[in-house]
């Protein structure tokens, strides 16, 4: 016998807390947001983590401007529309952020009051998310109903945000969604 973590997924919607307004609700995670040119902001208390964070934001603009152009196609739209729109992400004249998000542990019960991150909408054009084997993201379709967004390995998920349903005049719609508390269920469980 040898001791194995096992986790079970909790959907906010059937939590008795959800039917309380956003602002009662603490949102249990945590945050470190870069807004525009991050120099001398990085953190050097982790090794490699502004050179980490410089790959990323190169390959995550390389996919970015590649999503942009096929959206553009999609809509019909002049080559560079939505490209010139988004150019120098992460620097002084973008505002665009990067936002790296971290849900911590939560061990054997959901703590009163509190929710991973409320339903909502992005406010940005889009939001790629790298998600980790975890899960707990929920995503609302056009019919209302919630669905599970599991993470599939070497992929990465992609939120439609506000801004792309203005540009796209209603065409594409923001994603609703949440975030599930994901339980840590520690015990003696065969392996």
Known sequence: MQGKVHTRQVSLKEAENF??????????????????????????????FERSLLKMIEMGSEFFSKFLRCLEIGLNLPFGTLQNMHTNICSDSNRSTLRLMHYPPILFEIPENSARCVEHTDNGTITIVFQDNMGGLEVKK???????????????FVNVGDMLQKFSSGRFRATVSYYTFVLILPGPYST
């Open 142 to 156: 056009r019919n209302n109903e919630w669905v599970q967004a599991h993470p599939i390995p070497g992929t990465l």
């Open 19 to 48: 039917s309380k307004k956003p602002e009662d609700i603490n949102e249990f995670r945590e945050s470190f947001d870069i807004i525009g040119n991050f120099d001398g902001y990085i953190p050097n208390e982790i090794e490699n």
